[in-house]
């Protein structure tokens, strides 16, 4: 299931990932993210190498209970790069009032 992580006290979107019963079930038990790696085909523990956990403070679930909201308090950068989120590229910016 896809999910969207934010972090809770900036509303920032960290990153997307997907989980599994498994993952699902592990984050519920130890309050911290854990996904499925669809690549890899193995379980990932957010952080487990890096030390960026993510603490979770809820979990939210869309209308059509297909995709995840977890808003969680970082322990670093959420993306692979070093960035605070994996979302720091603009394809298309803010458009200007006067455009």
């Known amino acids: 299931m ?4 934010i972090d809770d006290r900036t509303k920032q979107v960290l990153m997307m990932a997907y989980v599994n019963e498994e993952s699902f ?4 038990k130890t309050r911290q993210t854990w ?6 085909k193995e379980l990932w523990h ?6 960026n956990t993510q603490q979770i403070v809820s ?3 869309d209308c059509d ?17 070093g960035h605070t989120s994996c979302f720091y590229r603009t394809i298309l910016p803010v458009a200007n009032e006067e455009e």
Request: proline share 8%; glycine share 8%.
């Open 46 to 51: 957010k952080g487990a190498t890096s030390g």
């Open 2 to 5: 896809p999910t969207i992580v």
């Open 59 to 61: 979990i939210d679930i």
């Open 65 to 81: 209970e297909d995709t995840l909201l977890m808003k969680v308090i970082p322990a670093g950068p959420a993306c692979h790069t």
């Open 25 to 28: 079930n592990l984050s519920l």
């Open 35 to 40: 996904f499925w790696s669809r690549s890899r």
